[in-house]
């Protein structure tokens, strides 16, 4: 059983910059790929991105891309989400997750998830 803890969220101002990470312990960790997902108050789980494991090759929709940068260091098993030129849009409750086989995540299904990081964004 893989276990995901995210960090790095708190209060950041409009137009500042945040980096979230999420590690991954348990079993021998050896995804696919990792991904972040968000969720903002009263609305739908979007996906943001995924990192392919061991190629650390990005993947974002079409939406998340230009500010949100992800990235990997599989020697301390973690995945990083960095949001450069934070919006108020932006505030949510980010989540990591992962997946075993490819074109999970971005269809909205991993095989574990983190409990989530709460980013709030004052303007």
């Known amino acids: 059983q893989v276990q995901l803890v995210e960090s790095g969220g708190g209060l950041v101002q409009a137009g500042d910059s945040l980096r979230l990470s999420c590690t991954a312990s348990g079993r021998t960790f050896s995804p696919f790929a990792m991904g972040w997902f968000r969720q903002a108050p009263g609305g739908e789980r979007e996906f943001v991105g995924s990192v392919k494991w061991d190629t650390g090759i990005t993947y974002y929709t079409d939406s998340m891309k230009g500010r949100f940068t992800i990235s990997r260091d599989s020697a301390k098993n973690t995945v990083y989400l960095q949001l450069d030129r934070v919006k108020p849009e932006d505030a949510a409750i980010y989540y990591c997750?992962?997946?075993?086989?490819?074109?999970?995540?971005?269809?909205?299904?991993?095989?574990?998830w983190g409990q989530g990081t709460q980013v709030t964004v004052s303007s």
């Open positions: 997750a992962t997946e075993d086989r490819p074109a999970r995540l971005v269809r909205g299904i991993a095989d574990a």
